[in-house]
């Protein structure tokens, strides 16, 4: 079970580091372009959520990786679990089904990383 939590961990930074690099470091047109949600946000609550994004990321693998405050690796998943949600609420008010199945498959794997290294599987 470890094994399976590292994929996912690595899937789920790989993921956001994607995500937060492009909503933090592009114009938020730019990223209304990809991301259509973008345009009910300013610039800032975009670039925010980004960097939240690129922290989680990193807080999925380097902490448990170095073994300097490993406790930071659940705590990034459950941040994760919470921008899942706040993300499918901004779906389901734009009628966008899909993206709302998208975040709860997201929301699912950030809950069992949660659950897997805040319980059983432990640094």
Same mark, same amino acid.
């Given at each position: 079970?470890?094994? @399976? ?9 790989? $993921?956001?580091? $994607?995500? #937060?690099?492009?909503?933090? !470091?592009?114009?938020? %047109?730019? =990223?209304? %372009? ?10 800032? +609550?975009? *670039?925010?959520? #980004?960097? !939240? ?7 999925? @693998? ?15 998943? +459950?941040?994760?679990? =919470?921008? $899942?949600?706040?993300? $499918?609420?901004?779906? *389901? *008010?734009?009628? %966008?089904?899909? /993206? ?5 498959? @997201?929301?699912?794997?950030? =809950?069992?990383?949660?659950? #897997? *290294?805040?319980?059983?599987? /432990?640094?």
């Amino acid at each position: 079970m470890n094994v @399976i939590l590292w994929i996912l961990q690595g899937l789920l930074a790989a $993921m956001f580091l $994607m995500a #937060g690099v492009m909503k933090s !470091t592009q114009p938020k %047109e730019k =990223v209304a %372009e990809k991301l259509p949600w973008a345009e009910d946000y300013s610039a800032g +609550t975009v *670039r925010f959520i #980004g960097l !939240t994004e690129l922290l989680a990321a990193i807080g999925l @693998i380097l902490p448990a990786a170095f073994g300097v405050l490993p406790a930071l690796t659940p705590l990034a998943a +459950t941040g994760l679990a =919470v921008v $899942m949600v706040l993300a $499918m609420n901004v779906h *389901r *008010r734009r009628k %966008e089904t899909g /993206a709302i199945v998208f975040n709860a498959a @997201i929301l699912l794997v950030a =809950v069992v990383v949660a659950w #897997g *290294r805040f319980g059983p599987y /432990a640094f």
